[in-house]
């Protein structure tokens, strides 16, 4: 179908690159080829997949032009910033968390120390203690703010999905109303409602199901010139005994600026949080269930690709700037001569690329750029990819089946999957979650990749796994060299339903690979290798009709 992205996007894009990096036009044809031949292999085997209901319409994809600066030497990565801007930094500005409590503690001290700007964007914020605290810890701040200054500098700017930070009568806008009240002019809480839950939809479908529709899924928490990208939520499980990543860019203001304007775009197509507990657009800006749907989603596409887009060019006109004067520079100039005189900056050794994926508002950076990595792994590289839910895309599936890579991929038990025990119909999607792991499984087999093809399933006493991303290993080396870490699981809802960003981050420093090994092996340890005789066991169980209904509601968890 045409909402799943396919062949045709990629030939597309692949005729408008005549002057991207040499190679990326094969490149996306051969993506092309391999998605048409996943798509037809599929369709026989699985047709009747075509009736699951509430498919997101197709939409214009939107793409940025390709960049024409190329220099030599550049890593084999930089075709990446034909799509969006490329960050390159010192590998020291980079520290991989390994534990929620360390996340948690990092969240209050970058909260405290903060003095121009505290920008968080997560599903939902808790109403526990611990996320108390982190209120508290706001408003503390707020406050030494506002006493220091007669015109305060720090502003607070929080993004919160609006189905999910309503649920129930405490709720993340009851813990949040108290900031708002004491700071109007210092607080913005915002709240994204999907365009695609209105009408009837939208009066029928009860709270909590509601949330299946779709999500703003970001999580980016910076503070002044940090930042964290991660997996993780506002919520005291996250902060203790729920399995996660994280990673803090430190220094770093022009990826900070970029997730502010980010944040800011999707607040301006949000209902804003008011102090009487009420929600309002603002002035001008189109309903996103009231108003017209299309013309909200255009809106909205304009909004984020304008932040996308023009820091784009300025990190083109910077590398350009810096490009060329460090030519005209290294002849009479010392590298170590012109760091110590306050002239050029270090050479980076490390490159942030955000990718961003919002299939309502027609852009698919993030699951372009999955897909390439996929394809063009080569034979004998390794890749290793976890998510808390696996229900990955049937593109991604096809990708992975069909390309030359190692894959170990790290998935949940059922015992720590977030879903392990709910009430009611929430109680069977762990089960769920199996038969699909089987389902992809048998394929394995059936095709004879178990060893090039290992699943591994997450299992440790008293904890829930959330972990999401991948570590890509070339061919003879032992490290990795790129990692995707942010919000996106790799499942239809991360690509068609939801608001999602990553980072991509390519590294040529021994030290901060063996920091990303490091995190890979921590993960991969609480793990244990699936077979067929995992699905024997009494808890893999799957009762007949989960069987039969999870093929029609697996693109909705």
Same mark, same amino acid.
């Given at each position: 179908?045409?909402?799943?992205?396919?062949?045709?996007?990629?030939?597309?894009?692949?005729?408008?690159?005549?002057?991207?990096?040499?190679?990326?036009?094969?490149?996306?044809?051969?993506?092309?080829?391999?998605?048409?031949?996943?798509?037809?292999?599929?369709?026989?085997?699985?047709?009747?997949?075509?009736?699951?209901?509430?498919?997101?319409?197709?939409?214009?994809?939107?793409?940025?032009?390709?960049?024409?600066?190329?220099?030599?030497?550049?890593?084999?990565?930089?075709?990446?910033?034909?799509?969006?801007?490329?960050?390159?930094?010192?590998?020291?500005?980079?520290?991989?968390?390994?534990?929620?409590?360390?996340?948690? /503690?990092?969240?209050?001290?970058?909260?405290?120390?903060?003095?121009?700007?505290?920008?968080?964007?997560?599903?939902?914020?808790?109403?526990?203690?611990?996320?108390?605290?982190?209120?508290?810890?706001?408003?503390?701040?707020?406050?030494?703010?506002?006493?220091?200054?007669?015109?305060?500098?720090?502003?607070?700017?929080?993004?919160?999905?609006?189905?999910?930070?309503?649920?129930?009568?405490?709720?993340?806008?009851?813990?949040?109303?108290?900031?708002?009240?004491?700071?109007?002019?210092?607080?913005?809480?915002?709240?994204?409602?999907?365009? =695609?839950?209105?009408?009837?939809?939208?009066?029928?479908?009860?709270?909590?199901?509601?949330?299946?529709?779709?999500?703003?899924?970001?999580?980016?928490?910076?503070?002044?010139?940090?930042?964290?990208?991660?997996?993780?939520?506002?919520?005291?499980?996250?902060?203790?005994?729920?399995?996660?990543?994280?990673?803090?860019?430190?220094?770093?203001?022009?990826?900070?600026?970029?997730?502010?304007?980010?944040?800011?775009?999707?607040?301006?197509?949000?209902?804003?949080?008011?102090?009487?507990?009420?929600?309002?657009?603002?002035?001008?800006?189109?309903?996103?269930?009231?108003?017209?749907?299309?013309?909200?989603?255009?809106?909205?596409?304009?909004?984020?690709?304008?932040?996308?887009?023009?820091?784009?060019?300025?990190?083109?006109?910077? =590398?350009?700037?810096?490009?060329?004067?460090?030519?005209?520079?290294?002849?009479?100039?010392?590298?170590?001569?012109?760091?110590?005189?306050?002239?050029?900056?270090?050479?980076?050794?490390?490159?942030?690329?955000?990718?961003?994926?919002?299939?309502?508002?027609?852009?698919?950076?993030?699951?372009?750029?999955? /897909?390439?990595?996929?394809?063009?792994?080569?034979?004998?590289?390794?890749?290793?990819?976890?998510?808390?839910?696996?229900?990955?895309?049937?593109?991604?599936?096809?990708?992975?089946?069909?390309?030359?890579?190692?894959?170990?991929?790290?998935?949940?038990?059922?015992?720590?999957?977030?879903?392990?025990?709910?009430?009611?119909?929430?109680?069977?999607?762990?089960?769920?979650?199996?038969?699909?792991?089987?389902?992809?499984?048998?394929?394995?087999?059936?095709? =004879?990749?178990?060893?090039?093809?290992?699943?591994?399933?997450?299992?440790?006493?008293?904890?829930?796994?959330?972990?999401?991303?991948?570590?890509?290993?070339?061919?003879?080396?032992?490290?990795?060299?790129?990692?995707?870490?942010?919000?996106?699981?790799?499942?239809?809802?991360?690509? =068609?339903?939801?608001?999602?960003?990553?980072?991509?981050?390519?590294?040529?420093?021994?030290?901060?690979?063996?920091?990303?090994?490091?995190?890979?092996?921590?993960?991969?340890?609480?793990?244990?290798?699936?077979?067929?005789?995992?699905?024997?066991?009494?808890?893999?169980?799957?009762?007949?009709?989960?069987?039969?209904?999870?093929?029609?509601?697996?693109?909705?968890?």
């Amino acid at each position: 179908m045409a909402a799943t992205g396919g062949a045709a996007l990629w030939r597309r894009l692949a005729a408008w690159l005549p002057r991207g990096p040499p190679g990326l036009a094969a490149l996306l044809g051969r993506l092309s080829d391999r998605l048409s031949r996943g798509r037809d292999r599929r369709a026989r085997r699985s047709s009747w997949l075509l009736l699951a209901p509430l498919l997101t319409p197709p939409v214009p994809v939107v793409t940025a032009m390709p960049c024409s600066l190329c220099p030599e030497g550049a890593h084999r990565f930089q075709w990446i910033r034909n799509l969006v801007p490329e960050f390159g930094i010192s590998s020291s500005h980079v520290k991989v968390l390994s534990s929620p409590a360390e996340f948690y /503690e990092l969240l209050k001290v970058q909260i405290k120390t903060a003095k121009q700007r505290v920008v968080m964007a997560s599903l939902y914020l808790g109403t526990g203690l611990l996320e108390q605290e982190l209120v508290n810890c706001l408003e503390e701040t707020l406050e030494k703010s506002l006493q220091a200054n007669e015109s305060p500098n720090l502003r607070v700017s929080i993004l919160l999905d609006y189905t999910r930070g309503s649920r129930g009568r405490r709720n993340s806008r009851t813990m949040l109303i108290p900031l708002l009240q004491r700071f109007p002019t210092q607080v913005r809480v915002s709240l994204f409602h999907t365009p =695609h839950l209105r009408g009837l939809l939208k009066l029928l479908i009860p709270e909590r199901f509601n949330e299946t529709i779709g999500l703003q899924h970001i999580k980016v928490y910076l503070f002044d010139d940090n930042v964290i990208l991660s997996g993780a939520n506002l919520s005291d499980l996250y902060f203790t005994n729920r399995q996660d990543r994280y990673v803090l860019l430190q220094d770093s203001p022009e990826i900070a600026d970029f997730f502010t304007e980010l944040v800011d775009a999707i607040g301006d197509v949000s209902l804003q949080l008011q102090q009487d507990d009420t929600v309002q657009m603002m002035e001008g800006m189109v309903h996103p269930y009231q108003g017209d749907k299309v013309r909200y989603c255009e809106i909205a596409n304009r909004r984020v690709m304008e932040v996308i887009d023009s820091a784009r060019t300025r990190q083109e006109l910077l =590398h350009a700037k810096t490009f060329h004067s460090s030519q005209q520079g290294s002849s009479t100039l010392p590298q170590r001569d012109s760091e110590a005189s306050g002239g050029l900056k270090p050479e980076p050794d490390t490159w942030i690329y955000p990718l961003i994926q919002m299939k309502p508002f027609g852009i698919q950076i993030d699951e372009m750029v999955t /897909e390439t990595l996929l394809t063009e792994a080569e034979r004998d590289a390794r890749i290793y990819l976890t998510t808390g839910y696996f229900n990955l895309t049937q593109a991604y599936m096809d990708l992975i089946l069909g390309t030359r890579a190692e894959y170990r991929i790290l998935l949940a038990s059922p015992e720590v999957n977030g879903f392990f025990g709910a009430k009611g119909v929430a109680g069977a999607i762990p089960s769920a979650y199996v038969y699909i792991e089987q389902q992809f499984y048998n394929e394995v087999c059936c095709l =004879h990749q178990q060893q090039r093809i290992q699943l591994q399933e997450y299992s440790r006493a008293g904890w829930t796994f959330h972990a999401k991303g991948l570590w890509l290993y070339l061919a003879g080396s032992s490290l990795p060299c790129l990692t995707l870490i942010g919000s996106p699981n790799f499942g239809y809802r991360s690509v =068609h339903r939801d608001l999602e960003a990553q980072v991509a981050i390519v590294t040529e420093n021994k030290a901060l690979q063996q920091q990303l090994q490091q995190e890979q092996e921590q993960l991969y340890l609480c793990s244990g290798v699936v077979s067929s005789s995992t699905f024997e066991q009494p808890s893999r169980h799957v009762k007949l009709w989960v069987k039969l209904v999870t093929p029609l509601i697996k693109n909705f968890f």
